[in-house]
């Protein structure tokens, strides 16, 4: 949605039937670098309450913090200063999170860099999430890491390494893309919905092919999703689920249509063929 003013995509998502909108923190949208992010904050809340939509803030914006590098700085940066810009930024996406009342704060590692031995990548994520979990756990806000092929965590088996390594600590959650999962889990996409369960803390849903990292329109490629519907209602998630077709932005009002459309047939399969007394999709 990322050519639509956010006031008009909210508006859209509401008209269209979503429940809330998964908010990325740049520059056309609730920019957290700009000045008065506060008063900024405050009139997109009152926005998603007259919509009756709630949200998740995201943190993917390519170049938010970088004009030359995409998700440049990482939290894996050679530079502690970079580092430290971006454990700055997500502190800001946590107090922006929790003045909208969000759900919760997505991130990502970020792709190890060239020449740095696997174990200084996993201790320089493991230090600088110390951070921004304790903002989390000062907002009540949960954190959800997201598993990013390409990246240093890039899987639910990378996932449990960082929560044993820092303790498991009850703000640190997961965000799981269900294309990913398609993309290079060894797990079917419904069996990885029902392995993260306990630490869903958002959702992201496309359709993908195996071994492509391509975020695909519902239909182009080859996730059967009754079951992944079906595995995460009986999970009990009651966060959102939120479509992401970053590249898409130039028929955004037409995909969230037609995505919308998907998955509610997607969910009533899901409620046809689900044990008696499962959940809801």
Do not use: N
């Not at 998502?13 to 908010?23: K, Q, S």
């Amino acid at each position: 949605m990322t050519d639509l003013r956010l006031d008009d995509a909210l508006g859209l998502l509401a008209d269209l039937g979503y429940a809330g909108v998964g908010l990325t923190l740049d520059h056309m949208h609730l920019d957290p670098l700009a000045p008065d992010l506060a008063a900024r904050t405050r009139h997109v809340a009152r926005g998603l309450q007259r919509l009756g939509l709630t949200a998740t803030i995201e943190t993917g914006a390519r170049y938010v913090l970088d004009p030359r590098r995409k998700h440049g700085p990482s939290l894996l940066d050679p530079d502690p200063d970079a580092r430290a810009a971006r454990v700055r930024l997500l502190i800001r996406a946590v107090q922006v999170a929790a003045d909208l009342g969000a759900h919760a704060v997505h991130c990502f590692s970020g792709i190890t860099p060239d020449g740095t031995p696997e174990g200084t990548a996993w201790q320089r994520l493991a230090e600088a999430m110390g951070p921004v979990l304790d903002a989390a756990s000062g907002a009540g806000v949960p954190l959800a890491v997201e598993p990013e092929p390409g990246h240093l965590l890039a899987t639910l088996a990378d996932f449990h390494r960082l929560r044993h390594a820092l303790d498991d600590p009850p703000h640190l959650g997961l965000t799981l893309d269900i294309g990913h999962c398609q993309c290079l889990e060894p797990l079917s996409p419904a069996d990885c919905v029902r392995a993260a369960g306990p630490w869903l803390r958002h959702v992201q849903i496309e359709d993908m092919r195996r071994g492509v990292h391509e975020h695909l329109p519902f239909g182009d490629g080859e996730i059967d999703f009754p079951p992944v519907l079906e595995a995460l209602a009986a999970t009990g998630y009651q966060g959102l689920t939120v479509v992401e077709l970053p590249r898409h932005s130039h028929a955004g009002p037409q995909l969230a249509a037609r995505s919308i459309e998907f998955l509610d047939k997607a969910a009533t399969a899901a409620l046809r063929t689900a044990p008696t007394g499962g959940g809801t999709p």
